[in-house]
């Protein structure tokens, strides 16, 4: 993998500096909450089931999501910082201009969820779900996402920087102008008919040869 950085422009989250914090009610999310404009953290968010939820203008800081599902989430300017979301179900929600950095998002369920500007940095994502989900302007940077699942996914300028995808799963998913010549893997799933127009490196011509049977004569 190399040390430079793909050029993308993503829209930042809009977070207005002097935030005071805010507490979530303690009974509770409940269906089509709407929290804006605040600082939340230092706490866990346990066992909550609620749909249509919505954040807006908030920052999540030292967080931990545990057994929860919120699905019909909508994010806008939001900031995740060093938050564990690990098997959270996000499903069917809309992501917008939000990023997670340094968060453990093992098995973070994003099945269905529509993504627009977002970043994803310094995260352990192995096992996230992305299944059947829409993402457009999304930069991963510097993650790992090991057996991440991106079945059927439409990616549309999605960048992987120095990321690892080791056994990562693509089948379905069109990979034309996706770059992945600085990602890690010795293996990813993926159909012939999906590889056109994906950008690899030399070293990653050899790795999908062995994928699809082929042997490279020197």
Excluded: W
Aim: a negative charge.
């Amino acid at each position: 993998m190399t040390n430079k950085k793909k050029s993308i422009k993503i829209e930042s989250p809009k977070i207005p500096k002097g935030m005071s914090t805010i507490t979530l009610p303690e009974f509770g999310l409940q269906t089509d909450d709407y929290f804006n404009m605040g600082i939340i953290g230092d706490c866990s968010i346990d066992n909550q089931i609620a749909t249509k939820v919505s954040f807006e203008t908030i920052i999540f800081q030292n967080v931990t999501f545990t057994q929860s599902s919120l699905k019909d989430l909508e994010l806008t300017d939001v900031i995740f910082e060093k938050c564990d979301l690990s098997n959270v179900d996000f499903s069917d929600s809309i992501i917008h201009r939000t990023e997670f950095r340094n968060c453990k998002i093992v098995g973070l369920d994003f099945m269905g969820a529509t993504l627009r500007n977002v970043l994803f940095q310094s995260c352990f994502g192995d096992y996230a779900t992305f299944r059947f989900a829409n993402l457009k302007q999304i930069d991963f940077q510097d993650s790992s996402l090991c057996k991440a699942d991106f079945y059927h996914s439409t990616l549309q300028k999605v960048y992987f920087n120095d990321s690892n995808i080791d056994q990562a799963q693509f089948s379905g998913t069109k990979l034309e102008g996706i770059d992945l010549s600085d990602c890690g893997f010795t293996g990813i799933g993926v159909e012939v008919e999906d590889l056109q127009g994906c950008i690899i490196s030399r070293e990653q011509a050899s790795i999908f040869a062995s994928l699809f049977g082929l042997l490279i004569k020197e």
